[in-house]
């Protein structure tokens, strides 16, 4: 499996962006995906899940201005950041997850300017 996440950029507080996440072969249906973080000179930390039921959960950071979602029909991940702050400034990462299986993108880099 290979993942690919796109969408990061450079945007004003306050301002939203869109990731996605591509992911190969046949079972991202059933996989549980993850949309982690890694803050410039911090630990890797969680952000927002989906499971294969579409149930959602979210960090406390993200609630009410992050939404994750998924296309099975296009392997595909996303999340809507809105209402952007300068400490969301990270490295986004998405991840699946089946059973023992773990699997990780590239990281895509999220900038927010004060």
């Known amino acids: 499996v290979q993942l690919q996440a796109s969408g990061g950029g450079l945007v004003q507080a306050g301002g939203s962006l869109s990731l996605a996440c591509v992911a190969s072969g046949s079972i991202f249906r059933i996989s549980v995906m993850r949309w982690f973080r890694q803050p410039p000179g911090k630990q890797r930390e969680f952000v927002a899940l989906?499971?294969?039921?579409?149930?959602?959960t979210y960090a406390d950071s993200g609630k009410g201005r992050f939404t994750i979602s998924r296309d099975n029909s296009k392997n595909t991940v996303y999340l809507q950041m809105n209402s952007l702050k300068p400490e969301d400034t990270a490295v986004y990462y998405c991840?699946?997850?089946?059973?023992?299986?773990?699997?990780w993108g590239q990281g895509t880099l999220v900038t927010v300017s004060s």
């Open positions: 989906i499971n294969e039921h579409s149930f959602t």
């Open positions: 991840n699946l997850q089946l059973g023992t299986q773990s699997y």
